[in-house]
C-alpha cells in the first residue's frame, strides 16, 4: 500500500536549517507530483511546496520567499524539502502528500495520500 513517511523535523534556533525528507513507497513515485504542507497550532493545514512528478514543475507558497527549496530523487523515492532561514512562525507540524497528477499544485484536494508528518519547533 501506499506510504509517505517523513523525517528530519526537529527544534532549531531562528535562523537555522532543517532538511526533511520523504520517503514513499507502495506506488510508481515517478509519476505523481508530491507536496508539502504543514499545520500549526490552532491553524489550518497550509500548502508549503510541490514539485512535479520530473521536477521541472515547481511551486511554493509566497511566504517561502527563497528560504525554501524542494528537490527529488526518483531512483531513491524520496522528496526533500530545504528550510533555511527558519523563523519562529514555521513551527508546525510538516506534511509530504502525493498529488492525484504529474504537475505541481497547491490545493490538498489534489492530494490523496498523506504522510505521518514530523514537528519541526523553531525557537526565538
Known amino acids: 500500500q501506499v506510504q509517505l513517511v517523513e523525517s528530519g523535523g526537529g527544534l532549531v534556533q531562528a535562523g537555522g536549517s532543517l532538511r526533511l525528507s520523504c520517503a514513499a513507497s507502495?506506488?510508481?513515485?515517478?509519476?505523481?507530483?508530491m507536496g508539502w504542507f504543514r499545520q500549526a497550532p490552532g491553524k489550518e493545514r497550509e500548502f508549503v511546496a510541490s514539485?512535479?512528478?520530473?521536477?521541472?514543475?515547481?511551486q511554493y507558497a509566497s511566504f517561502v520567499k527563497g528560504r525554501f527549496t524542494t528537490s527529488r530523487d526518483n531512483a531513491k523515492n524520496t522528496v526533500y524539502l530545504q528550510m533555511n532561514s527558519l523563523k519562529p512562525e514555521d513551527t508546525a507540524v510538516y506534511y509530504c502528500?502525493?498529488?492525484?497528477?504529474?504537475?505541481?499544485?497547491?490545493?490538498?484536494?489534489?492530494?490523496?495520500?498523506w504522510g505521518q508528518g514530523t514537528q519541526v519547533t523553531v525557537s526565538s
Open positions: 507502495g506506488f510508481g513515485f515517478s509519476r505523481y507530483a
Open positions: 514539485i512535479g512528478r520530473v521536477g521541472y514543475s515547481i
Open positions: 502528500a502525493r498529488a492525484k497528477y504529474v504537475s505541481a499544485r497547491s490545493s490538498s484536494d489534489d492530494y490523496d495520500y
